[in-house]
C-alpha cells in the first residue's frame, strides 16, 4: 500500500506563487502521477500528469503558469503555480498509478489547500 501525502498549500495573494510537493512513500520510477484540485461547490478537476516518461499534460487554465516535475531520488512530484489567479482556489490532491501498469490513478493523497485572494 503507497501513501501520498502533500504539501506546501497555504493562502497567498493572486500574481504569487506556490511550490506543491506530494511525497510517495514508495518509488515514484516509472510511474504516471498527477495533480488535481476541487474548488468548492465544484467537480475535481485534472490539473497536470506527468507520464512515465517524464512527459507531462496540462490544463489549459493552468498552460503556462504551472510546472509539474518529477524527482524520482526523492519519490517527490512537484506542482509549481506562478502567476497565481483567484480561480486557482481549491483542495488540491496528488494522485498516482500503482503498480506501474495500472490504469487509473488508484491512489491519492489527503490533498493541501491553496486559497488565492
Known amino acids: 500500500h503507497v501513501q501520498l501525502v502533500e504539501s506546501g498549500g497555504g493562502s497567498v495573494q493572486a500574481g504569487g506563487s506556490l511550490r506543491l510537493s506530494c511525497t510517495a512513500s514508495?518509488?515514484?520510477?516509472?510511474?504516471?502521477m498527477g495533480w488535481f484540485r476541487q474548488a468548492p461547490g465544484k467537480e475535481r478537476e485534472g490539473v497536470a500528469t506527468i507520464d512515465r516518461s517524464h512527459s507531462t499534460t496540462y490544463a489549459d487554465s493552468v498552460k503556462g503558469r504551472f510546472t509539474i516535475q518529477k524527482d524520482n531520488a526523492k519519490n517527490t512530484v512537484y506542482l509549481h503555480m506562478n502567476s497565481l489567479k483567484v480561480e486557482d482556489t481549491g483542495m488540491y490532491y496528488c494522485?498516482?498509478?500503482?503498480?506501474?501498469?495500472?490504469?487509473?490513478?488508484?491512489?491519492w493523497g489527503q490533498g493541501t489547500q491553496v486559497t488565492v485572494s
Open positions: 494522485a498516482a498509478k500503482y503498480p506501474t501498469s495500472a490504469q487509473n490513478y488508484n491512489y
Open positions: 514508495g518509488s515514484t520510477y516509472r510511474v504516471c
